[in-house]
């Protein structure tokens, strides 16, 4: 699944919607991989709290129109030890399938082994009804520039 096909040609996606990113940083040498870190925009965007997010491997986002070939891509990227993006499907709380890209960097400890990885997480497009909505900033006030 390519990026480029999910964009919708009648929104600007270089000025025009302010995308709501979130992080992640999971425990690579626990068992399940669980979530160590979650920010704030994850909570908010997501829907779930902390109790539900932390311990828990990020896959309780896929849901039953996940694609297993997406899964699949992440699992490959995981192995590889190196930094990569994928596009994947995923749920909010309340349901709501979001079309999300991943960029999961591993971070190694001197002996190369990896210790955690981190996640830079971008929903793109929300799903209502059959149709691709864009995702609607979490704050209507621009962010001042400093
Ligand atoms: C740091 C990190 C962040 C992840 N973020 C997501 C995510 O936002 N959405 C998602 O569907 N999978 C995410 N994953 C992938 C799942 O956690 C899991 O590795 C993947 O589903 C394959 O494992 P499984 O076959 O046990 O589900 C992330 C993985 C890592 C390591």
Redesign the pocket.
């Known amino acids: 699944m390519f990026y480029s096909s999910l964009l919708l040609p009648e929104f600007d996606h270089v000025t025009g919607n302010e995308h709501i990113s979130y992080s992640?940083?999971?425990s690579?040498s626990v068992t399940?991989?669980p979530?160590a870190y979650a920010s704030n925009n994850f909570f908010l965007y997501t829907g779930y709290s902390p109790k539900e997010v932390y311990g828990n491997?990020?896959?309780f986002?896929?849901g039953p129109d996940?694609s297993p070939e997406?899964?699949l891509t992440?699992?490959r990227g995981?192995k590889s030890q190196r930094s990569f993006q994928s596009t994947?499907?995923?749920y909010k709380r309340d349901g709501t399938p979001f079309w999300?890209q991943?960029q999961?960097t591993p971070l190694k400890v001197h002996n190369g082994r990896t210790l955690?990885?981190?996640?830079f997480?971008t929903p793109l497009c929300e799903i209502h009804d059959g149709a691709m909505k864009p995702v609607m900033p979490l704050f209507k006030e621009p962010l001042q520039a400093i």
Not at 116 to 119: G, M, P, T, W, Y
């Open positions: 992640v940083i999971t690579a399940g991989n979530i491997d990020c896959n986002l896929q996940t997406d899964v992440i699992i995981l994947i499907l995923n999300c991943l999961i955690r990885f981190s996640a997480q």
